[in-house]
T-cell receptor
Framework: ELKVEQNPLFLSMQEGKNYTIYCNYS?????LYWYRQDPGKSLESLFV?????AVKQEGRLMASLDTKARLSTLHITAAVHDLSATYFC??????????????FGKGTKLTVNP | DSGVTQTPKHLITATGQRVTLRCSPR?????VYWYQQSLDQGLQFLIQ???????AKGNILERFSAQQFPDLHSELNLSSLELGDSALYFC??????????????FGQGTRLTVV
């Protein structure tokens, strides 16, 4: 069974600082997703990483994927308060029936303080 | 707005009751996924339908069932409800099943409270 582990689970940081969230997964997969969730809200797709070495950037967030290490990172540059949210990584798992499902990590709750 | 519509947004019901959650996928999406989000279990995959057929099952209890109709909307039926079923239930849709890039778009969720 595929396991997805994120760390840290809670992250409190100051505005202007940099930090990285890590996502490790237990079995081979070439596709990894990052989502953002605001309290009580839906999940917003941030990045879709499709291959080893993939790197994507949007504003102050940059995501990368190393399929050999089974590791993805979400790097936050010069954090601002608006980035406060819970961030989930999810890994694509193919089932026996040939379909797929997303297996999510527990999420990283990020709080950016002034 | 992801284009995925879920109703109702909130539901409060008593233990032992049965409820139905509804999901309309994005236009053109054939796959519908149901997820349960609770504080202790996190986001758990329940079930997936593709073009009306069940394609994958996750941690779905026997008291729960789902279906996808010819117009591609889906319903999740929860019966004999227990306090522990209180959670946020998300529906997501994607264009593909088992091929291509299954980027899933999530609805706003239905918050179920069992009292």
């Amino acid at each position: 069974e595929l396991k997805v582990e994120q760390n840290p689970l809670f992250l409190s940081m100051q505005e202007g600082k940099n930090y990285t969230i890590y996502c490790n997964y237990s079995t081979t997969s070439d596709r990894l997703y990052w989502y953002r969730q605001d309290p009580g809200k839906s999940l917003e797709s941030l990045f879709v990483l499709l291959s080893n070495g993939a790197v994507k950037q949007e504003g102050r967030l940059m995501a990368s994927l190393d399929t050999k290490a089974r590791l993805s990172t979400l790097h936050i540059t010069a954090a601002v308060h608006d980035l406060s949210a819970t961030y989930f990584c999810a890994v694509d798992m193919f089932t026996q029936g040939g379909s797929e499902k997303l297996v999510f990590g527990k999420g990283t709750k990020l709080t950016v303080n002034p | 707005d992801s284009g995925v519509t879920q109703t109702p947004k909130h539901l409060i019901t008593a233990t032992g009751q049965r409820v139905t959650l509804r999901c309309s996928p994005r236009s053109g999406d054939l796959s519908v996924y149901w997820y349960q989000q609770s504080l202790d279990q996190g986001l758990q995959f329940l079930i997936q339908y593709y073009n009306g057929e069940e394609r994958a099952k996750g941690n779905i209890l026997e008291r729960f069932s789902a279906q996808q109709f010819p117009d591609l909307h889906s319903e999740l039926n929860l019966s004999s409800l227990e306090l522990g079923d209180s959670a946020l239930y998300f529906c997501a849709s994607s264009e593909f099943a088992g091929q291509g890039v299954p980027e899933a778009f999530f609805g706003q969720g239905t918050r179920l409270t069992v009292v």
